[in-house]
């Protein structure tokens, strides 16, 4: 079956709705919803802790059928400035979906993060771009052998995530999460007055307060407070 285009739903975040989210890290965004948001943690940044690149844009989607990766090729078309690219493979590692030269031709066309449930190939030369986040569940040298199937901007799910395409991806050092437009309109008050909170524990442990004090937890039973 040739590789099929999908209409973009209707109802996306605006660029005002997005920006209130990047100041939030992905551990409260998952915290907020319990891990229901979260994608596998075996997705993972391709970089070490600390020199990650944080991901963080709407998602163009890409169903793929391994050892094929059309639906890569005809999604890197519709990134724009801003998007991620999130290939669904099914987790299989046996070859790769995405590599230097598309990996290139998505960072030249604005795309700024790629999130793979499957491998990708030419991870040195994609590690060392500051302005295209790499998330990963494998990484192997082999390469696709077609390009007729799939399909671009469906549903998928990655990680055990169901992902649209629209849906705002936001990962960092921690992890990957996928906040649905409607989620992410929902929540966003509610992120802020986490962030709120935090740094108000941040400065009461550093003036000195306890973290019963700090967190108005009761006394354990035989401290002797």
Known sequence: MPVTIHAVPEGGLSEAEIARWRAVPVAVAADLARGADQIDPAIRPLNPPGRQ???FGRAVTALCEPPDFGAVLHAVER?????????????RSETAMIGEIVGGHLRRRGGVGLVC???????GVLAGWADLSVFTRAITPRGPA?????????PVVVGGRLVAAGDLIIGDDDGLVALAPETARDRIGDAEA?????????????AGRSVR????IAAAVGDGA
Do not use: Q
Request: glycine share 14%; net charge negative.
């Open 53 to 55: 690149p944080r991901l």
């Open 79 to 91: 990134i724009g400035p801003g998007d991620v690219l999130v290939i669904a493979a099914g987790g």
């Open 117 to 123: 449930d499957g491998a990708i190939r030419d991870v």
């Open 146 to 154: 077609s390009a007729e199937r799939g399909a671009v901007n469906a």
């Open 194 to 206: 986490k962030l709120a909170r935090e740094a108000e524990w941040e400065a009461s442990l550093a």
């Open 213 to 216: 004090e700090t967190f108005g």
